[in-house]
Structure formats: C-alpha cells, structure tokens
C-alpha cells in the first residue's frame, strides 16, 4: 500500500463518523421538535422530549470508539468526549431543578450549544470522509 493511499479502516471510520453526526445533529432537531410541541400544543408531549433522548445519548460514545478504532484525527475523539459531556449536562440540568431551580434554565441554552456544536461539524466531517485524493491537486491548477 502506498504512503499517500487513505487506509480503509480511516475510510470507513471517516464515513461512519460522518454518518452519526448527522444522525445526531437531525436527532437534536427532532428533540427540539419535541420540546416544543410540549410547551406549545400540549404537555402530553414531555414523554415524547424524554423518551426521545434515550435513542440517542450514546451516539458521541459510538462516534468516540469510531474515532480512536478509525484513527481519525485527535480533534474527532476530543469532539465526541465533549458531545457525551454536554448531554451529561443537559440531564444534570434537567433533574437539579428542585435543588437549584435557575439550572433548569440553562438546559435550552445548553441544547443550542448542542445544536450548535453538531451544525460546525457536520461539514468539517463531511468532507474528510469524501474528499478525494485528486481534489488537492485541482485547486493549485
């Protein structure tokens, strides 16, 4: 195999990181969806809010093992670690109400960040995934 050859085990963990993450960033969309259908059409739609997440959740550990088994880049497996960790802190937000009932407010302004966060990565992993080799050479011509 040549040195300039992209490997397959980086090809197929480039892809299948690419594909969560914009499974994950449409899987946020649809939360939100949820959210706001249980404040403004009805409240029945919380189990909905919280049902929905627990499809997800471990989608940035799945993208984690991806990574480091796919030899992506260092910045993938230290993207996924903190995706993991802002969902840990959305549930933290969620269930300290009682105790400290301002955390509940920061829980929407987290999932912006979430949101945010899945929205610059989808074409940064995108296009390692499918760049191809001869694409460096075309914009120096």
């Given at each position: 195999?040549k040195?300039?050859?992209?490997?397959?085990?980086?090809?197929i963990?480039?892809?299948?990181?690419a594909s969560?993450?914009?499974?994950?960033?449409?899987c946020i969309?649809?939360?939100?969806?949820?959210?706001?259908?249980?404040?403004?059409?009805?409240?029945?739609?919380?189990?909905k809010?919280?049902?929905?997440?627990?499809?997800?959740e471990?989608?940035?550990?799945l993208?984690?093992i991806?990574?480091?088994i796919?030899?992506?880049?260092?910045?993938?497996?230290?993207?996924?670690a903190?995706l993991?960790?802002?969902?840990?802190?959305m549930?933290?937000t969620?269930?300290?109400?009682?105790?400290?009932?301002?955390?509940?407010?920061?829980?929407?302004v987290?999932a912006?960040?979430?949101?945010?966060?899945?929205?610059?990565t989808?074409?940064?992993?995108?296009?390692?995934?499918?760049?191809?080799?001869?694409?460096k050479g075309a914009?120096?011509?």
């Amino acid at each position: 195999m040549k040195s300039n050859e992209v490997s397959t085990r980086f090809k197929i963990g480039s892809i299948s990181f690419a594909s969560l993450s914009i499974i994950f960033l449409f899987c946020i969309l649809v939360q939100v969806f949820f959210a706001g259908l249980a404040i403004f059409v009805n409240p029945v739609n919380w189990t909905k809010h919280t049902g929905f997440i627990h499809l997800f959740e471990f989608i940035p550990v799945l993208m984690f093992i991806i990574a480091f088994i796919g030899k992506l880049p260092r910045w993938t497996i230290g993207h996924s670690a903190t995706l993991f960790g802002v969902i840990f802190t959305m549930y933290f937000t969620a269930n300290i109400t009682p105790v400290i009932p301002w955390a509940a407010a920061l829980h929407p302004v987290i999932a912006f960040v979430l949101f945010w966060m899945s929205v610059k990565t989808v074409p940064k992993v995108w296009q390692m995934a499918f760049k191809r080799e001869n694409d460096k050479g075309a914009a120096g011509e």
